[in-house]
């Protein structure tokens, strides 16, 4: 895998397996390029001085390469750096478009020894041919781990090299700093090329070319010429491909352009990106494989980790905990993958349970058990004298993990009732379809118990409290909630959200709860996560940790959260509110973005935001100020980029929700929801091996 930016990083984090681990080229650490010598670099020989390839003069990317042209007074320049779809290499090429041909300078910083090449080791290479390979210093995770293992670089035929060597070739006396760089310089040409290979594994089975193009079912969506919504349908289409890009990178090698270190799963994250995305395209083996990785991390007690790594020779790298709603998640995902095949013979596949010792050590059951076990957890993880699940370390606002130890035991998140609720209904859906009726009642009885619960307890004067704080003296705080008097938060989204989509409140009790949102919790580029940000007091905790202490204002802490919003969206979808839905869609399209959201600053047009950022000075000024964000006075940055289970949610959406195609085993249920202005709609897309065009005639209601 490999990461381009635009500012002449043509190949960068360049990894094979572990995508932070086993790094060997070195990776930017801002947007700012303050560090001009990270990843893969060119410099082109213009009489008789070298100029390193930059900011270029028009850049263009495509879902496998990046093309760089540069224009100087002596000719044109063109750089191509690519991922081919059917083979494991990265390539880079080099074509002098006008003018003379020249020799090139293409640095390496090699990053192969655990420190992203910031410590004064170099590089270890051996010719091999006409190449080289280099290694990892023995003293390495990667020397360790891969004692010959590394990674080979290859001119491509034709490309001639006149020296290789060390960090020298970047110093004017030609005397090496002992810096990890690997440098090539080449002959006069018009054309010049290089190959990476990983050599640390054996590289699976090659595939077929057209990819990109099958992942995405091919999708074409086409507008009634006179809509005045055909813009942002086309825009839809456009982004579609990108969003499964973004997805596929979440799922396969988990890392982001902010947040680049990674490289496992959060178990959370990976029951909803990749699953949702999987579901919606119809790729039903690749879940199945899924779902076996993620029950072979369950705890014997029946719990899961917040995250972990899903290859093996890592697996002793993961938390010791985890917040109260992850063990849900596996649950839920393979009860919707159940649903959508029928696979009753997964639910007999024998997995083993994790073990620090190996899974040769460690106790084995099936995935049935595996489920029983997580069911038996959840029932004893209740707020005492109740059904309702309790906090624990958090839920899934990150940001909210209790500051007080007490809180993990009394404190419950309404929000995780739903997701309790919904698991609980699902499974049993799964179960009867597959025959296990007696199993599924009993699921049915114990969700219309906590659902009962819920309505009684959780929805207080009318509105859902984001959190009840239930108190050993008998007396409960709603906190973020009309009646809250310790945060000063009156509204919570993901409850109200949750609670539409699984059903839980009546038809009144969710037109309310709509308002509500609509009122208080929406700004210009969608939904937020609350009323109002959390105080902030220098740092000191008094109920939640990152919340009250975090300096940034961004991500969860500003509050416009992308995956909030998406579900906020699902909401919409469920309650049938087509204008709304699709105007929420096109609030987390990029593309042409600032046309529907006038305060979003200019960003990159192709790929998945996890939040919206509002540009404050500090989280002072963003408090006192919060009530300018909602009118539209405050910039709105694009906040960490790719890294989201949100990309794979998105698609779900644009297909199921919005298309309404949703292809089963054995079956294609349509149910769309499409605004009235887009009547005559056309979908094309392929199912099954075939192409197939769907033709929409919408009503009024959409």
Not at 229 to 239: G, K, N
């Given at each position: 895998t490999s990461t381009a930016w635009m500012n002449g990083v043509f190949h960068s984090m360049v990894t094979q397996g572990h995508v932070s681990i086993n790094r060997f080229l070195s990776t930017c650490h801002t947007w700012l390029g303050l560090f001009r010598s990270h990843g893969q670099r060119v410099f082109i020989e213009i009489d008789g001085v070298w100029n390193l390839l930059d900011v270029p003069s028009a850049f263009e990317m495509t879902l496998d390469s990046c093309r760089w042209i540069y224009r100087h007074r002596g000719g044109l320049v063109e750089v191509v750096s690519t991922a081919p779809d059917n083979k494991h290499e990265l390539r880079l090429t080099i074509s002098v478009r006008e003018g003379p041909p020249a020799r090139f300078l293409i640095s390496h910083h090699v990053a192969l020894n655990g420190d992203d090449g910031s410590q004064a080791i170099p590089a270890i290479w051996e010719r091999e041919g006409d190449g080289v390979f280099i290694r990892a210093i023995p003293d390495s995770d990667v020397g360790r781990r891969f004692p010959s293992g590394g990674f080979r670089i290859t001119p491509l035929d034709g490309t001639r090299v006149e020296s290789t060597a060390g960090d020298e070739?970047?110093?004017a006396d030609g005397a090496s700093r002992q810096q990890p760089f690997l440098c090539f310089i080449t002959a006069p040409s018009r054309a010049v090329g290089l190959v990476m290979e990983g050599c640390l594994v054996t590289a699976s089975v090659e595939q077929s070319e057209g990819f990109w193009n099958s992942i995405g079912a091919e999708l074409r969506i086409e507008a009634p010429p006179a809509s005045l919504l055909l813009p942002a349908a086309d825009r839809m289409e456009e982004i579609f491909p990108w969003f499964i890009h973004n997805a596929l990178v979440h799922y396969l090698s988990p890392r982001g352009l902010e947040q680049y270190s990674g490289g496992g799963w959060g178990t959370r994250d990976v029951c909803q990106g990749p699953v949702e995305l999987l579901l919606a395209l119809g790729h039903f083996d690749p879940i199945r494989d899924l779902l076996c990785r993620v029950f072979r991390q369950q705890n014997t007690d029946g719990d899961w980790p917040q995250w972990f790594m899903f290859f093996d020779r890592?697996?002793?790298?993961?938390?010791?905990?985890?917040?109260?709603?992850?063990?849900?998640?596996?649950?839920?995902?393979?009860a919707q993958y159940l649903c959508a095949t029928g696979d009753a013979e997964l639910l007999e596949e024998r997995v083993p349970y994790f073990s620090h010792e190996g899974s040769d050590a460690a106790e084995t059951a099936t995935v049935r058990q595996h489920v029983e076990r997580a069911m038996d957890l959840i029932q004893r993880r209740v707020i005492t004298g109740t059904l309702l699940a309790a906090y624990g370390h958090g839920d899934w606002n990150d940001s909210l993990q209790p500051a007080k130890p007490g809180m993990r035991d009394d404190l419950c998140s309404s929000w995780t009732v739903t997701l309790n609720y919904q698991t609980f209904r699902t499974m049993a859906d799964a179960l009867r379809r597959l025959g296990d009726t007696a199993r599924a009642a009993d699921l049915e009885a114990r969700a219309a118990a906590i659902l009962e619960e819920f309505q009684r307890v959780l929805i207080v004067d009318g509105?859902?409290?984001?959190?009840?704080?239930?108190?050993?003296?008998?007396?409960?705080?709603?906190?973020?909630?009309?009646?809250?008097?310790?945060?000063?938060?009156?509204?919570?989204?993901?409850?109200?959200?949750?609670?539409?989509?699984?059903?839980?409140?009546?038809?009144?009790?969710a037109e309310t709860h709509l308002g509500l949102i609509r009122r208080h919790l929406l700004g210009p580029d969608g939904a937020r996560l609350f009323d109002w940000p959390m105080a902030y007091r220098g740092g000191p905790q008094r109920n939640f940790q990152r919340a009250e202490s975090a300096s940034f204002f961004g991500r969860e802490i500003g509050i416009m959260y992308t995956h909030a919003h998406l579900?906020?969206?699902?909401?919409?979808?469920?309650?049938?509110?087509?204008?709304?839905?699709?105007?929420?869609?096109?609030?987390?399209?990029?593309?042409?973005?600032?046309?529907?959201?006038?305060?979003?600053?200019?960003?990159?047009?192709?790929?998945?935001?996890?939040?919206?950022?509002?540009?404050?000075?500090?989280?002072?000024?963003?408090?006192?100020?919060?009530?300018?964000?909602?009118?539209?006075?405050?910039?709105?940055?694009?906040?960490?980029?790719v890294y989201s289970s949100g990309a794979g949610i998105s698609v779900r959406l644009i297909l199921q929700c919005f298309l309404g195609i949703r292809e089963e085993k054995s079956s294609l249920v349509l149910d769309?929801?499409?605004?009235?202005?887009?009547?005559?709609?056309?979908?094309?897309?392929?199912?099954?091996?075939?192409?197939?065009?769907?033709?929409?005639?919408?009503?009024?209601?959409?």
């Amino acid at each position: 895998t490999s990461t381009a930016w635009m500012n002449g990083v043509f190949h960068s984090m360049v990894t094979q397996g572990h995508v932070s681990i086993n790094r060997f080229l070195s990776t930017c650490h801002t947007w700012l390029g303050l560090f001009r010598s990270h990843g893969q670099r060119v410099f082109i020989e213009i009489d008789g001085v070298w100029n390193l390839l930059d900011v270029p003069s028009a850049f263009e990317m495509t879902l496998d390469s990046c093309r760089w042209i540069y224009r100087h007074r002596g000719g044109l320049v063109e750089v191509v750096s690519t991922a081919p779809d059917n083979k494991h290499e990265l390539r880079l090429t080099i074509s002098v478009r006008e003018g003379p041909p020249a020799r090139f300078l293409i640095s390496h910083h090699v990053a192969l020894n655990g420190d992203d090449g910031s410590q004064a080791i170099p590089a270890i290479w051996e010719r091999e041919g006409d190449g080289v390979f280099i290694r990892a210093i023995p003293d390495s995770d990667v020397g360790r781990r891969f004692p010959s293992g590394g990674f080979r670089i290859t001119p491509l035929d034709g490309t001639r090299v006149e020296s290789t060597a060390g960090d020298e070739l970047l110093f004017a006396d030609g005397a090496s700093r002992q810096q990890p760089f690997l440098c090539f310089i080449t002959a006069p040409s018009r054309a010049v090329g290089l190959v990476m290979e990983g050599c640390l594994v054996t590289a699976s089975v090659e595939q077929s070319e057209g990819f990109w193009n099958s992942i995405g079912a091919e999708l074409r969506i086409e507008a009634p010429p006179a809509s005045l919504l055909l813009p942002a349908a086309d825009r839809m289409e456009e982004i579609f491909p990108w969003f499964i890009h973004n997805a596929l990178v979440h799922y396969l090698s988990p890392r982001g352009l902010e947040q680049y270190s990674g490289g496992g799963w959060g178990t959370r994250d990976v029951c909803q990106g990749p699953v949702e995305l999987l579901l919606a395209l119809g790729h039903f083996d690749p879940i199945r494989d899924l779902l076996c990785r993620v029950f072979r991390q369950q705890n014997t007690d029946g719990d899961w980790p917040q995250w972990f790594m899903f290859f093996d020779r890592e697996r002793g790298i993961r938390p010791g905990d985890s917040h109260g709603d992850i063990v849900y998640w596996p649950l839920l995902a393979l009860a919707q993958y159940l649903c959508a095949t029928g696979d009753a013979e997964l639910l007999e596949e024998r997995v083993p349970y994790f073990s620090h010792e190996g899974s040769d050590a460690a106790e084995t059951a099936t995935v049935r058990q595996h489920v029983e076990r997580a069911m038996d957890l959840i029932q004893r993880r209740v707020i005492t004298g109740t059904l309702l699940a309790a906090y624990g370390h958090g839920d899934w606002n990150d940001s909210l993990q209790p500051a007080k130890p007490g809180m993990r035991d009394d404190l419950c998140s309404s929000w995780t009732v739903t997701l309790n609720y919904q698991t609980f209904r699902t499974m049993a859906d799964a179960l009867r379809r597959l025959g296990d009726t007696a199993r599924a009642a009993d699921l049915e009885a114990r969700a219309a118990a906590i659902l009962e619960e819920f309505q009684r307890v959780l929805i207080v004067d009318g509105v859902v409290t984001g959190l009840a704080y239930f108190h050993k003296e008998g007396h409960t705080d709603y906190l973020i909630h009309p009646r809250d008097e310790g945060t000063g938060l009156r509204y919570s989204v993901l409850p109200m959200i949750h609670a539409v989509i699984n059903d839980m409140f009546t038809p009144e009790q969710a037109e309310t709860h709509l308002g509500l949102i609509r009122r208080h919790l929406l700004g210009p580029d969608g939904a937020r996560l609350f009323d109002w940000p959390m105080a902030y007091r220098g740092g000191p905790q008094r109920n939640f940790q990152r919340a009250e202490s975090a300096s940034f204002f961004g991500r969860e802490i500003g509050i416009m959260y992308t995956h909030a919003h998406l579900r906020y969206c699902e909401a919409l979808a469920r309650f049938g509110e087509a204008d709304a839905f699709f105007h929420a869609l096109r609030q987390i399209n990029p593309v042409g973005l600032r046309e529907t959201v006038p305060p979003a600053t200019l960003r990159q047009a192709n790929c998945y935001y996890s939040s919206s950022d509002a540009a404050f000075s500090d989280r002072y000024e963003a408090f006192q100020g919060y009530d300018r964000v909602k009118r539209g006075e405050v910039p709105l940055e694009g906040g960490w980029r790719v890294y989201s289970s949100g990309a794979g949610i998105s698609v779900r959406l644009i297909l199921q929700c919005f298309l309404g195609i949703r292809e089963e085993k054995s079956s294609l249920v349509l149910d769309p929801l499409i605004p009235a202005a887009l009547d005559g709609l056309k979908a094309g897309l392929t199912l099954a091996g075939r192409r197939i065009e769907v033709t929409y005639r919408v009503s009024s209601k959409g």
